[in-house]
Nanobody, 122 residues
Framework: QVHLVESGGGSVQAGGSLRLSCTAT?????VAWFRQVPGKEREGVAR???????LYADSVKGRFTISQDDATKTVYLLMNSLKPEDTAMYYC???????????????????WGQGTQVTVSS
């Protein structure tokens, strides 16, 4: 498993931006960002492989960008044009099995961060 530390959450008005960070202590194969609101299932938002190749949920496509810094093993989620419906606890997750297929489903990942809250007000 990989230890993941998230940061960057907070409160912002609709239309604003936030950047989340997820730093891994060990090498990973893929990292994804998920979000969850109470009473709902965890939703995959974006995924990136170690060598690149990103994937986005339709709900965030064109607004969110996932990227990574190989040197620091940090994965970022830049969130622009935020909407109140983006309000959630955001988690990063890592898959460590090399050459596995990483989707936006939770079962692709075996390491999870503690979560960071994002609140968007109208």
């Amino acid at each position: 498993q990989v230890h993941l530390v998230e940061s960057g959450g907070g409160s912002v008005q609709a239309g604003g931006s936030l950047r989340l960070s997820c730093t891994a202590t060990d090498p990973y194969w893929c990292v994804a960002w998920f979000r969850q609101v109470p009473g709902k299932e965890r939703e995959g938002v974006a995924r990136i492989y170690l060598g690149g190749n990103d994937l986005y949920a339709d709900s965030v496509k064109g607004r969110f960008t996932i990227s990574q810094d190989d040197a620091t093993k940090t994965v970022y989620l830049l969130m622009n044009s935020l909407k109140p419906e983006d309000t959630a606890m955001y988690y990063c997750a890592a898959g460590v099995r090399f050459e596995s297929i990483c989707t936006l489903e939770p079962q692709s990942y075996n390491s999870w961060g503690q979560g960071t809250q994002v609140t968007v007000s109208s």
